[in-house]
């Protein structure tokens, strides 16, 4: 598409896709790469460093030692002996889903209610103003503990958490934006031609707010994911056996100093991804923007 | 006024704006008058235009004839229908015959959308046309403003300050309205730009049997393209005469004053004549003189117009002023 | 224009106030850049009023600022001679700049809601430029910003100096910029599009202002504007620009009378009030003006353009005395009304 051609010119934007690109293509075959199981528990092989070799159990049948097979831990193994690389694989699955997914919910909530209030004004916009400044005084962690031990925990629960957390931003943003859009000449001119509020919303004046909620979105995505990690990082969050970086953080706290590679490198793979939306999403803003425009 | 062949019909018109307070306490803001009681009507075929300076009130007038703003008070009759009430179906079925063509262009087209969609934007609001039918009206009407119908295609930000003007006039004119109203249309053109528009506003008045209310402060341009010329000043409409009687023969004060302040592109005359300006500032709708609006500027006021505002009354046929001393 | 005023240095001084020729201004890297102001040359007499007239694009407002030293970051100006009262403009030291901008040269802009500072008192500003220039006590700046206010029209001036420029109608706020730009007392006022702003009522009273001035203290002042009719009240010559080249060099009542470059022309046509109906004019394309043209920049717009003017560019050349003109239809008279009738020749220089 003409747009992702666009999109490749920039070279950081070029850095972006390609670290999402990866990221995503890893989520997507996370069967065909990892070479463990996430989820299988493996006693003996706890706590093993990076690059270590495990003999491959053969549990019914009765081989001779002879033919003992053995495989690469490539990253180590976890308190439970459970395979880092996989878990790291499968996990982002998890992590790119909670994030995408609260960013799409939260921005679509948060957009409408901003583009509602500010182009109506009147109650709907002292009642979203109210709702906004409620939801803020709140410290949000405390509110997200508090709501996941309410709903019980769970990927759902987790996402919609997430997307209570940032609507508010687009909420606001997209206010203000419309504010400054509603006095525009082609605003008028849609009235005067006799356009109704649904046309005058959805073709004039919210692909005009786009801009702004990109870069929202693209930050808000990096937010997700690492609010996800410490959801999990605090123990509210995902169940504790699901392969998510967040739970292998919490997983790796206590062995920081032992057993460094349990923590290490999920937190790098989120660096790495959060850089990769970052950057995607300048991008995305950038090509968005109607040249002459702002 | 007979209204009987009036194809826009104002009686009465009052525009209130009301300054919001956020909390109900305090001294009560001043209402805003923008037009105080306009009476007015514009004959098909006609173009009428308007002029004034900041404060006349002559958008808001406008607004009001092309129901895009509700009047206070006062009824607005189209075609002799009561039009002042009406909303929801009704009025967006109205819309259709009248069309608005704004001052700047930069802002008139939405930056997102190719011109192609902006001018077929009536075409749809109205379901006058669809798939080829519209995209070959959208065609004609590049055309009838003399740009190539392979635009279509291209953003507003690709074209210059006039072109964007003509799209916003070929818009104007694809749902084939009755009636166009030009606010200050050409203000935002150079002044070599503005002479093409004014032949073309022309050229399409011609075949299409148009109306226009034509909004501007620029009274050489008017002179050029108005039938009847309406001098508006602070929310009243203080003179209406034809435009060559007027321009020769003014009879408001405040005309007088308008036309000599219009510099003449004739050194010789300018340097003959004596200029006095006009004393003070145009005052402010929130504030506004008692009597007559004009007589605290007014070189010739007397008793009179402190106390008593003049009405709206018919000096000569067809020539209306409202001046205590034209009476 | 009196020969006994004498200049800075205490000399008698020339009559002509202000001297540029050549000047060019570009953006970006030469050779890369944009060519938005090309050749200009023109001459201001001391006491002078002197009209720039020209459309967006046509330069008129770089070439100020370019006097002033106050291009936008990436343009460059570069000119033959740019000399100010004998003084050169462009190789002037900082510091010798900023005793002329202010106090020798005095800039009033269009806009008197951004020229203004919203959160600083209208006296502040004032004062702040008389003692900039002046080096007075705040007493006397005060007293002397009282005069200023008083003599630019605006009533209760003790009252008004400590009120906030929001507080002033926008006829009143240009009367305030004009008052800061007197306040160093220069001797050439820059006025660029002042009442482009304003209802036409109030800009009536504004330029009467700014003559009344120019009269009592002598000012040499530049109006620079899109409208061409404002010049003939207060214009002693006119300076027609478009697309960053001179191609009218005239004093007004000529060029009124007789315009002779085809974009004078066709910008007196649209302004003449006595033709009450508009005649059908030949259609124009619509292409905004080049100014980076190989050749003539009016060519694509010109009913009389030749090979020769679209490939080379014309050069001013005098016509009758006190006139120029850069077209090369006027050279062999094949222009409509090429100054053949009233000063008796058409030939340009050297012919």
Known sequence: ?294 | MSTAAALLSARGITVTYHRRSLLPLGARERPVQALRSVDLDIFPGETLALVGESGSGKSTLARVLVRTITPTAGTVAFRGSDITGIGGGALRGLRRHFQMVFQDPFSSLNPRLSVGSAIAEPLLVHGLARGRALHERVGECLKMVGLDSSVAARRPHEFSGGQRQRICIARAIACQPDFIVADEALSALDTSLQGQIIDLFQDLKERFALTYLFISHDLSVVRQISDRVAVMYLGQVVELAPTEALYANPKHPYTLALLAAVPVPDPAFERARVYTPLRGEPPSPANPPSGCPFHTRCPRAVERCRSEPPALREAAPGRWVACHLAD | ?351
């Open chain 1, 1 to 294: 598409m003409k747009a992702l051609i666009l999109l490749y010119r920039s070279p950081q934007t070029r850095v972006g896709l390609i670290l999402l690109t990866f990221v995503i293509l890893v989520a997507l075959a996370a069967p065909l790469l990892a070479p463990f199981s996430p989820v299988d528990v493996d006693p003996t092989a706890r706590l093993l460093p990076p690059l270590s070799r495990v003999l491959v159990s053969s549990t019914h049948s009765g081989a001779s030692a002879a033919h003992a097979e053995t495989a690469l831990h490539l990253l180590g193994t976890d308190s439970v002996g459970r395979d880092v690389l996989s878990r790291l694989i499968y996990g982002s699955r998890l992590s790119l889903t909670v994030g995408f997914l609260a960013v799409l919910i939260s921005a679509v909530f948060g957009s409408l209610v901003g583009c509602l209030s500010g182009y109506w004004g009147g109650w709907v916009e002292a009642l979203s103003a109210w709702l906004i400044d409620v939801q803020l005084s709140f410290p949000f962690l405390l509110l997200a503990i508090f709501l996941l031990g309410a709903l019980g925990g769970g990927t759902l629960a987790v996402v919609l958490v997430l997307a209570l957390g940032t609507w508010v931003n687009y909420a606001r943003i997209v206010r203000a934006q419309v504010l400054s859009i509603k006095n525009q000449g082609y605003i008028e001119a849609a009235h005067a031609t006799g356009a109704g509020t649904l046309r005058v919303l959805f073709i004039h004046i919210l692909p005009n707010t786009l801009s702004p909620i990109c870069v929202v979105g693209s930050f808000s995505m990096a937010l997700a994911i690492l609010t996800e990690a410490g959801l999990s990082f605090l123990g509210v969050g995902l169940d504790p056996s699901t392969p998510s970086w967040g739970t292998m953080l919490n997983d790796g706290r206590d062995y920081l100093l032992t057993a460094w590679w349990i923590a290490t490198v999920p937190g790098i793979a989120i660096g790495v991804t959060v850089l990769g939306v970052t950057l995607f999403g300048e991008g995305l803003r950038e090509l968005l923007d109607p040249r002459g425009v702002r």
């Open chain 3, 1 to 351: 224009m009196s020969p006994s005023i004498l200049d800075v240095e205490g000399r008698a001084a020339s009559p002509t106030i202000l001297d540029v020729e050549g000047l060019s201004i570009a953006f970006g890297r030469p050779g890369h850049g944009k060519q938005v102001v090309t050749d200009v040359s023109f001459k201001v007499e001391r006491g002078e009023a002197l009209g720039i007239v020209g459309e967006s694009g046509s330069g008129k407002t770089l070439t100020m600022l370019s006097l002033l030293r106050l291009l936008p970051r990436g343009a460059e100006a570069r000119a033959v001679r740019a000399s100010f009262d004998g003084r050169d403009l462009f190789n002037l030291s900082p510091a010798a700049l900023l005793e002329i901008r202010g106090r020798e040269m005095a800039v009033v802009f269009q806009d008197p809601l951004t020229a203004l500072n919203p959160v600083l008192t209208v006296g502040r500003q004032i004062t702040e430029v008389i003692r900039r220039h002046f080096r007075s006590s705040a007493a006397d700046a005060q007293r002397r910003a009282v005069e200023l206010l008083a003599s630019v029209g605006i009533p209760d001036p003790n009252l008004r100096l400590r009120q906030y420029p929001h507080e002033f109608s926008g006829g009143m706020r240009q009367r305030v910029t004009i008052a800061m730009a007197l306040a160093g007392e220069p001797r050439l006022l820059i006025a660029d599009e002042p009442t482009t702003a304003l209802d036409v009522t109030v800009q009536a009273e504004i330029v009467s202002l700014i003559q009344r001035l120019q009269r009592e203290k002598g000012l040499t002042v530049i109006w620079v504007t899109h409208d061409l009719a404002l010049l003939a009240r207060i214009a002693d010559r006119v300076l027609v620009m478009y697309a960053g080249r001179v191609v009218e060099d005239a004093p007004a009542a000529k060029l009124f009378a007789n315009p002779r470059h085809p974009y004078a022309r066709t910008l007196l046509g649209s302004i003449r009030q006595d033709a009450p109906r508009r005649n059908r004019t030949t259609p124009i394309p619509l292409t905004a003006a080049d100014t980076g043209a190989v050749g003539c920049p009016f060519a694509p717009r010109c009913a009389e353009a030749s090979e020769q003017c679209r490939s080379v560019a014309p050069v001013l050349k005098v016509y009758g005395g006190d006139t120029r003109a850069a077209c090369w239809a006027l050279d062999d008279g094949s222009a409509r009304g090429a100054g053949s009738l009233d000063d008796g020749s058409a030939q340009g220089t050297g012919s």
